[in-house]
């Protein structure tokens, strides 16, 4: 069964500040995986999509990675900014999870002034 | 873009009321989801259609039920709501079964019973 786990849970870094949240999954054999944006009572936004053949995606001042085999992906948040306050979910697609999407349980950031 | 459309951002009914949630997909997807997102329980599957008329059940189906008589449309039914059903619901749709091409999820509607 597909487990996938982001950390920190939570953080919190001032304005400026480049940043890392992380995600990581058990079973390697996805068809993609996805980073989303949820705001507070809001639904989700696709931020950046990596397909399994793929190593990174960049959109802006962010970059995912993926590395397939130890089961990680990083999403990378440059020159942070108040509003990119949310939170942030990685998803992934797997086969043995019937195509369904497998979520983590989110990194709520703050990005204070 | 892509656009999943939720009919009602907020909603507020009656214990034991036949409540619809609306969906509607914009890009002829496939696959259309309904999930329920609780603090602390994050987002879990209730239903999911692969085809116009078909219907599988998620982790969640209980006190649910769905229909899909076209396929860009999703509907979610509560047969008679209970204040447990109290959540955030979020529409998706994907382009096709195993897609490369992710998931569009709508705005969400925050459905009180009360």
């Known amino acids: 069964k597909q487990e996938v786990t982001q950390i920190p849970a939570a953080l919190s870094v001032p304005e400026g500040e480049n940043l890392v949240l992380n995600c990581s999954f058990t079973?390697?054999?996805?068809?993609?995986l996805q980073w989303f944006r949820q705001d507070p009572g809001k639904g989700l936004t696709s931020l950046l999509l990596?397909?399994?053949?793929?190593r990174e995606q960049t959109s802006g001042r962010l970059n995912a990675s993926l590395d397939k085999s130890s089961g990680r992906s990083t999403l990378y948040i440059a020159a942070s900014q108040p509003g990119d306050s949310a939170t942030y979910l990685c998803?992934?697609?797997?086969?043995?999870?019937?195509?369904?999407?497998?979520f983590g349980g989110g990194t709520r950031l703050m990005v204070k002034p | 873009d892509v656009k999943v459309t939720q009919s009602s951002r907020y909603l507020v009914k009656r214990t034991g009321e036949k409540v619809f949630l609306e969906c509607v997909q914009d890009?002829?997807?496939?696959?259309m989801f309904w999930y329920r997102q609780d603090p602390g329980l994050g987002l879990r599957l209730i239903y999911f259609?692969?085809?116009?008329?078909?219907?599988e059940k998620g982790d969640i189906p209980e006190g649910y039920s769905v229909s899909r008589e076209k396929k860009e449309r999703f509907s979610l039914i509560l047969e008679s709501a209970s204040t447990n059903q109290t959540s955030m619901y979020l529409c998706?749709?994907?382009?096709?079964?195993?897609?490369?091409?992710?998931?569009?999820f709508g705005s969400g509607t925050r459905l009180t019973v009360v």
């Open positions: 998803a992934v697609q797997s086969n043995n999870a019937g195509n369904m999407l497998t």
């Open positions: 990596i397909q399994s053949s793929q």
């Open positions: 890009m002829d997807h496939e696959n």
């Open positions: 998706a749709s994907s382009r096709e079964k195993g897609s490369i091409y992710g998931y569009t």
């Open positions: 259609s692969y085809d116009v008329k078909m219907k």
């Open positions: 079973d390697s054999a996805i068809y993609n």
